[in-house]
């Protein structure tokens, strides 16, 4: 089992190695690890249906599919092919609606990370579809829009980013893709963490902990810029997107052994001032663990409609596979 997870975690960490050893593994994988076994939500007062660790994963692609359509057009100008976002038995993809090149040129160093992330998210797609093989779900529709009527202008209106006639484009200029970006990069994680206890195989156990990581590290470059740029108005603008997020995902009671809380999201503004100045680029919580959300949550952050509800937003008809409601 060892030589295993040896060769999950070399595919999440080389790029190189990835693509030829991950196909036979997971194949193998797949086969012993009794998928089809069901399980039931960590939290028993908010027991569901039981899912698959299948389910999980599939759900954990639609994420990957979002992040990877954005930064691949920001960075490109065009999207994952035909090929990639296909069902694992042939079914074709959704649409991407909007997405657009940003002009880098202002901010080259922006420009690396976004080339950097664009090529994790890709690697992330192909992994876990590799993983699901013909059980990997087609991309559903997806909206990346930075026009008045997107997610993004939607989103940014409701945070109090933009006025109430105003419109956010994320590929306007590099500040404005890296607000975009922090709309994903903290949900990322908090999404994988909270599905952590819902995955029963140790060994794909280990492969999300390694996609969280690399969440993390991205949530953390993009966190750690908009700090450093030194701008009130971006600072700001974390802070008034944080509490949007947080009014969106609802205030379940505080565990702090497990990383939940009703808030469970922040901005970067920091603490104190002089020789006490303190950023805050890890949002964690009074025992230094990061939070985590429910698919529950995390289906009404992408969704942007606190209610129940099996579409919207970022995924204008639902995401595909079995965790689509918000419930």
Do not use: C, W
């Amino acid at each position: 089992m060892s030589s295993h997870n040896d060769s999950i975690i070399d595919a999440l960490e080389s790029r190189v190695e990835r693509r030829n050893d991950r196909r036979a593994f997971f194949t193998a994988a797949l086969g012993a690890a009794a998928v089809g076994t069901a399980f039931a939500y960590a939290d028993p007062a908010k027991a569901q249906a039981a899912v698959t660790d299948a389910d999980v994963l599939n759900f954990a692609l639609n994420l990957e599919y979002l992040e990877a359509q954005f930064y691949l057009y920001a960075v490109n100008g065009a999207g994952l092919s035909a090929a990639q976002t296909a069902s694992g038995s042939g079914t074709a993809g959704g649409t991407v609606t909007g997405g657009a090149r940003v002009d880098f040129t202002s901010d080259p160093n922006v420009g690396a990370y976004a080339r950097e992330i664009a090529a994790d998210e890709l690697a992330h797609v192909q992994f876990l579809r590799t993983a699901l093989g013909s059980a990997a779900v087609a991309m559903p529709n997806i909206n990346i829009s930075g026009d008045a009527n997107g997610p993004f202008t939607a989103a940014a209106r409701a945070a109090g980013v933009v006025g109430a006639t105003e419109t956010f484009n994320p590929y306007a200029n590099p500040n404005n893709f890296l607000l975009g970006a922090f709309i994903f990069e903290d949900v990322g994680v908090t999404a994988y963490k909270g599905a952590a206890p819902l995955i029963t195989n140790k060994t794909f156990l280990e492969a999300a902990a390694g996609i969280l990581a690399v969440e993390a590290y991205h949530a953390a470059i993009v966190r750690t810029t908009l700090y450093a740029k030194g701008i009130p108005a971006l600072v700001d603008a974390t802070e008034k997107i944080s509490n949007a997020r947080d009014s969106l995902d609802g205030s379940p009671t505080e565990d702090r052994i497990r990383g939940i809380a009703p808030d469970d999201d922040q901005g970067v503004a920091p603490s104190g001032s002089g020789n006490t100045l303190t950023s805050n680029i890890a949002p964690l919580n009074a025992n230094g663990l990061a939070y985590s959300r429910t698919p529950g949550q995390v289906l009404k952050i992408v969704y942007l409609n606190s209610a129940t509800t099996t579409m919207g937003g970022f995924f204008p008809n639902g995401v595909t596979g079995s965790i689509r409601s918000t419930t």
